[in-house]
């Protein structure tokens, strides 16, 4: 309600006044006075009930009065007369109506601790941020806006889906198991000329490198943090050097092998130079975290936001991770030219390169365009890593172990040839020029 101001006459006429705002007012000359209501059940007065008389008026505090809707008196009654006797007329009475509230246009809700309601046009700070509408006091309905807050200031926070990320973690858990199973067979078949003409140790390690794989699609499935994305870096490329370095080196060596002109006398590469070839292909992706975290270069986690302005959380790393992913893509392609290169060596001697080579190929590439497509959000991306490296995981598997061990279990082995076959081979001296 508006203020009106209120004079007082003696019962002569004569106007009464009041004291005047200044320092040297003293309380036992102030005139004050309450605002009440006749029906305190039915209606209440809100705001400041209490003031005082200054100069010529009485001025009515800004109150509201809240109740049912009816007729009340408003009273402005003098509690202490200052320089002024007592007198028994001491109340100054206004008439309002409390209307039926139009809720159609206005909310009809109690306010304040009281059980009365008050018909009201809701006011927002910051107009809901133009997100929402405002359908009470600072307190905004975002609607399908996918904001959230009293004002409408929140991002709604992209979701995964839980049954998904349980899928995805007991496909992974089962991959993990069958690697095990496959390790053991490795073991125990070792002699057997399929297994044992591939590297019993370098069969061992790729399938150590897929458990890697699998560990990732794991880590993929939970919120990304910082650490997290330290540990899919290097669980994927430590699963790819495993894999693929063992893979490199053993048709480095066939390649060694069979390039060699002189066929009475054959030189070969040394084991521990091919684990120690594998050993610098894993450390380089080791080496580049520990050069991002030296250089104050840390992976981080970023807030990204869909189109339709969900907020999800997305690692950053250095643009020098196009360096390594350049390295591997670099690895696979050495590999293609020498595996071209022995095509015709018996196949017991290699391993099948053509399709998981492919498949990783077309998974880098993949991944590398929709990580910089601003429009993808997190969860397609992760989503598409795990279905990529199981892809490539149960590819490797089947070409790398499970034709082998059908080959075993299927085919006779065949009677010895009566012809015998003397083979040199001395390891190729470093010193010689």
């Known amino acids: 309600m508006s203020n009106p101001l209120v004079k007082l006459f003696d019962d002569y006429g004569n106007q009464m006044y009041f004291p005047q705002r200044n320092k040297n007012i003293q309380y036992e000359d102030l005139v004050l006075f309450n605002v009440e209501i006749n029906d305190t059940y039915n209606a209440k007065v809100l705001g400041q009930t209490n003031n005082y008389c ?24 003098i509690k202490s007369f200052g320089m002024y006797p007592n007198f028994l007329q001491n109340s100054v009475d206004i008439t309002i109506k409390i209307l039926e509230c139009n809720e ?9 601790n009281t059980h009365l309601k008050s018909c009201y046009t809701p006011k927002c700070e910051f107009n809901c941020n133009n997100r929402g509408v405002c359908v009470n006091n600072d307190l905004c ?7 959230k807050g009293r004002f409408c200031e929140e991002y709604t926070k992209l979701e995964k889906h839980p049954s998904f990320d349980k899928f995805y973690i007991v496909i992974a858990l089962i991959l993990i198991f069958i690697i095990i199973g496959l390790i053991g067979m490795t073991i125990y ?75 009475n006398l054959i030189v070969i590469l040394k084991r521990s130079t091919m684990f120690l070839i594998i050993a610098l292909i894993t450390l380089f992706h080791w080496l580049m975290v520990i050069w991002w975290y ?26 020098s991770k196009h360096v390594s992913s350049l390295f591997n893509f670099l ?3 050495i590999e293609f030219a020498m595996s071209y290169s022995i095509r015709r060596v018996d196949k017991k001697y290699k391993e099948s390169l053509i399709i998981p080579a492919y498949s990783y190929i ?62 040199v081979v001395r390891y190729k001296n470093t010193n010689e020029k």
Request: proline share 3%.
């Open 104 to 112: 159609s246009s206005y909310v009809n809700s109690v306010v304040g």
């Open 189 to 263: 078949y070792r002699k057997n000329p399929i297994i044992k003409g591939g590297g019993i140790e370098f069969l061992i390690l790729i399938l150590i490198g897929l458990i890697f794989n699998a560990v990732n699609i794991i880590f993929l499935t939970f919120e990304k943090t910082t650490r997290r994305c330290y540990q899919t870096y290097l669980f994927s490329n430590t699963g790819f050097s495993f894999v693929f370095g063992s893979i490199f080196v053993k048709t480095y060596r066939i390649y060694i092998i069979f390039s060699q002109k002189n066929k």
């Open 362 to 423: 077309s998974y880098m590439l993949l991944m590398y365009f929709m990580e910089n497509q601003k429009e993808i959000n997190v969860v397609i991306l992760d989503y598409s890593d795990i279905i990529g490296t199981i892809i490539i995981t149960l590819i490797n598997i089947y070409d790398l172990f499970i034709i082998k061990f059908i080959e075993i279990f299927t085919v006779k082995p065949k009677e010895p040839s009566q012809r015998a076959i003397t083979v």
């Open 294 to 319: 030296i250089l104050k270069k840390n992976v981080t986690v970023e807030n990204n936001y869909t189109a339709d302005n969900r907020e999800y959380v997305k690692c950053k790393y250095p643009s």
């Open 141 to 147: 309905d975002c609607g399908e806006s996918n904001f």
């Open 331 to 333: 690895i696979l392609i």
């Open 54 to 77: 200054w100069d010529e008026v009485c001025t009515f505090p800004p109150v509201s009065v809240i109740g049912n809707p009816g007729t009340y008196t408003l009273s402005l009654k």
